[in-house]
C-alpha cells in the first residue's frame, strides 16, 4: 500500500519537479499539491493523505500552520523542508514533533520516511508508535541513500529513550545578571533531590564556549571538556566518511553536514566527557580550557552533542549558555523543555528581555516553556514585578520567580562553595528551591521526611544529606 503524500508549497516549479520524481516510487502516491493555507485545508479533509510535507508559504509560520494541522488532524505525519538558511530552526521543528528534511529534496529522503509510516489498517511494517522516537533517529541516512529498517529495535533502547527527563536551559540576554550561579545552585539542588525513591542524575553543561566558567564555580578541574567530546566526534565522522568511500577533505559543506546527522550517537560514552562535583556527584561537561578552541565547535557537534544527551540516562540535563545569540544558545534554547531567562531588576537587562521575549515570539517559540527569573532583587526597586510583567506583556497569572540580593551569593561565588550546601536560612537558597521545584517537582514525601529528620536531629547538612 502507498502513502499518499500531499505538498504544501507556493514554489510550482520544485512542487512539479518533485511530482514527477516520485511518479514511479513504490512507496509514494502523491495525492495532491496546495500552493495556499485555504487549499491545503481543502485538500487535507478531501484527499486524506498519510504524510504531508510543508515547503514553504509566503506570508505563513511553518510551526503555527503545523500545530493548526496536528490539532485537526492528530493522525497524520508531518515533514519540513528546510533550506540551509532554515536548518537552524530544526531543532524546535522537531520539537513541534515534525520530520525535517533538508532542500533540495531528494526522492530517497521522502521515500525513506513513507517505509516508517504505518497507515491506519496496514499491516505492520514499521515498529510500533510508543517507538516512533527511536525510529526517527534511526533514520538519519548517508547522503544518497536510503536507511534501513532491518535491524530490530531492542527493548533495551526503549526505556532510555522514552523515559521522563527535563532538559533546562538558563539563559540571560545580559552578562553579569548571574546566569552561572543561578544555573550552578539549580544542577546541585537537583542533584539533592529524588524521583520515585530514585536520587536523580544530573549533568551540568557550560555551553558559553568561548568564557563559560561554570567548572570554576565548583572547582573543578577543565580536563576532559567539551571539546574533548568534538575532537573524538570529528575522529569518528572522519572514520564513517571514509568507510562511505569518500575523502573527508573533499567533500562540501553540504555533505559534511548530511554525514554528521547519520553519525550512530552513544549516549553510553557520555561519562569519559565528564567531571564529577565531589560533594554532590553532579557531573559536569565544561566548557573548552583554550578560547582558541570554541572557534573549531560548529552548529553540527552541538547537534549530535545536544542529541546524544537527550538520548541518554540523565533525568536532568541543565544548560548554562552565554549572553549571546550564536547558535550554541540557540540550539540549547530549541532543545529545552524548560528556559530559566535570567535578568536584574534593571533598565537594560529588562529591556534585553523583553528584545528576546519579542524575537521568540516572532518565531513562535511555545511561551509556557519560558520562566522569568529576577536575580539580586532588593527590597526597594524602581520597578515592580507587576510593571516587569506588564512591559514584557505576561499574563497576569504568570509567575516571575525573583532570587534576593544576599550577601552569602557573593561569599558562595568567591569560595566555590554552594549555597545549596551551606546549612541555615539563606534567603537566596530557599528561593532557587522555589525556582527548581517549579521546573521539576520532586518526591514531595521524600523532602517530607527529610525536614522531619532534619528537625528531629540537627546535625551537619552533609549527615543529613547522605546519612
Not at 146 to 162: A, G, Y
Not at 266 to 282: C, F, M, N, R
Not at 311 to 332: G, K
Request: net charge negative; proline share 6%.
Amino acid at each position: 500500500m502507498k502513502r499518499r503524500l500531499l505538498i504544501v508549497d507556493d514554489d510550482r516549479d520544485s512542487v512539479r519537479l518533485l511530482k514527477a520524481q516520485l511518479i514511479n516510487s513504490r512507496w509514494i502516491e502523491v495525492c495532491g499539491e496546495a500552493l495556499g493555507v485555504e487549499e491545503a485545508w481543502a485538500k487535507l479533509q478531501a484527499n486524506q493523505p498519510h504524510l504531508v510535507l510543508l515547503g514553504g508559504i509566503k506570508g505563513t509560520e511553518r510551526g503555527v500552520l503545523c500545530q493548526q494541522f496536528r490539532l485537526a488532524f492528530p493522525h497524520l505525519s508531518f515533514i519540513a523542508a528546510c533550506s540551509s538558511n532554515e536548518l537552524m530552526w530544526e531543532p524546535f521543528f522537531r520539537n513541534l514533533g515534525l520530520w525535517v528534511i533538508a532542500k533540495p529534496i531528494e526522492p530517497g529522503q521522502i521515500e525513506a520516511l513513507a517505509m516508517m509510516i504505518q497507515p491506519p489498517g496496514m499491516v505492520a511494517e514499521a515498529a510500533p508508535q510508543q517507538h516512533q522516537y527511536v525510529i526517527q533517529e534511526q533514520t538519519r541516512s548517508y547522503p544518497s541513500q536510503q536507511p534501513s529498517i532491518s535491524e530490530p529495535i531492542t527493548d533495551s533502547l526503549v526505556p532510555e529513550m522514552t523515559r521522563p527527563k527535563q532538559l533546562i536551559t538558563v539563559y540571560g540576554p545580559k552578562g553579569g545578571v548571574g546566569k552561572t550561579f543561578i544555573s550552578r545552585e539549580l544542577a546541585i539542588f537537583f542533584s539533592m533531590q529524588k524521583n520515585e525513591g530514585v536520587p536523580l542524575r544530573v549533568i551540568a553543561v557550560d555551553f558559553n564556549l568561548d568564557l563559560g566558567t561554570f567548572a570554576t564555580t565548583l572547582n573543578l578541574p577543565r580536563t576532559p571538556n567539551l571539546f574533548t567530546w568534538v575532537k573524538d566526534l570529528d575522529a569518528q565522522l572522519h572514520s564513517f566518511i571514509q568507510d562511505q568511500g569518500k575523502d573527508p577533505y573533499s567533500i562540501s559543506s553540504e555533505e559534511w553536514q548530511e554525514y554528521a546527522q547519520a553519525l550512530p550517537l552513544s549516549p553510553q560514552h557520555i561519562e569519559k566527557y565528564v567531571v564529577a562535583h565531589p560533594d554532590t556527584g553532579l557531573h559536569v561537561l565544561t566548557s573548552p580550557r583554550d578560547i582558541r578552541q570554541s572557534f573549531e565547535i560548529r552548529d553540527y557537534h552541538l547537534y549530535l552533542i545536544l542529541e546524544t544527551l537527550k538520548q541518554s540516562n540523565y533525568d536532568v540535563i541543565l544548560i548554562d549558555t552565554a549572553p549571546d545569540t550564536t547558535d550554541a544558545t540557540i540550539q540549547a534554547l530549541f532543545f529545552a523543555e524548560h528556559v530559566v531567562m535570567v535578568g536584574n531588576p534593571v533598565v537594560d537587562s529588562i529591556e534585553n528581555i523583553q528584545r528576546l521575549l519579542k524575537l521568540l515570539r516572532e518565531a513562535e517559540y511555545p511561551e509556557e516553556r519560558i520562566q522569568i527569573c529576577m536575580n539580586r532583587l532588593q527590597r526597594k526597586e524602581m520597578f515592580t514585578l507587576d510593571e516587569i510583567r506588564a512591559y514584557f506583556q505576561l499574563l497576569p497569572s504568570k509567575k516571575i520567580f525573583s532570587i534576593p540580593d544576599d550577601v552569602e551569593v557573593k561569599k558562595s561565588i568567591n569560595t566555590g562553595t554552594p549555597v545549596m550546601l551551606q546549612s541555615g536560612r539563606i534567603p537566596a537558597k530557599e528561593a532557587i528551591e522555589t525556582l527548581g521545584k517549579a521546573l521539576f517537582p520532586v518526591d514531595g514525601e521524600q523532602m517530607k521526611a527529610a525536614e522531619k529528620e532534619k528537625q528531629k536531629e540537627k546535625t551537619s547538612l552533609f549527615k543529613w544529606l547522605w546519612g
